[in-house]
């Protein structure tokens, strides 16, 4: 059974620190390209960061930029992103997804691009 599997969220105080992990089970994620998104209630799901299925090439929303950090350990199966100088409005459920053979070019944010998704882990932000 090919899974993705989220772990790392948690309720966090404004201006901390969350490093989220998404796990690959029943499939290599050496040939996938693996996205990280978001959605918060009444929100549409939103595409935050992308790395490329060899880890040289990544791609962030203007809204993490500079704060999320994506990388990837594909001995371990696992991509990783790092979130710092967290805010409310981060509070969100966070997912990651891959999709094969990807860059992380334009459209690498939509989600029809992406073949396996997580079922997602809750990020709080509150003080």
């Known amino acids: 059974q090919l899974q993705l599997v989220e772990s790392g969220g948690g309720l966090v105080q404004p201006g901390g620190s969350l490093r989220l992990s998404c796990a690959a089970s029943?499939?290599?994620?050496?040939?996938?390209?693996i996205g990280w998104f978001r959605q918060a209630p009444g929100k549409e799901r939103e595409g935050l960061s992308c790395?490329?299925?060899?880890?040289?090439?990544?791609n962030d929303a203007d809204s993490v930029k500079g704060r999320f950090s994506i990388s990837r350990d594909n001995a371990k199966n696992t991509v990783y992103l790092q979130m710092n100088s967290l805010k409310p409005e981060d509070t969100a459920i966070y997912y990651c997804?891959?999709?094969?053979?990807?860059?992380?070019?334009?459209?690498?944010?939509?989600?029809?691009?992406?073949?396996?998704w997580g079922q997602g882990t809750q990020v709080t932000v509150s003080s």
């Open positions: 997804a891959a999709y094969r053979n990807g860059l992380c070019g334009g459209g690498w944010s939509l989600i029809r691009v992406y073949d396996y």
């Open positions: 029943g499939f290599s994620l050496d040939y996938y390209a």
């Open positions: 790395i490329s299925s060899s880890g040289g090439f990544t």
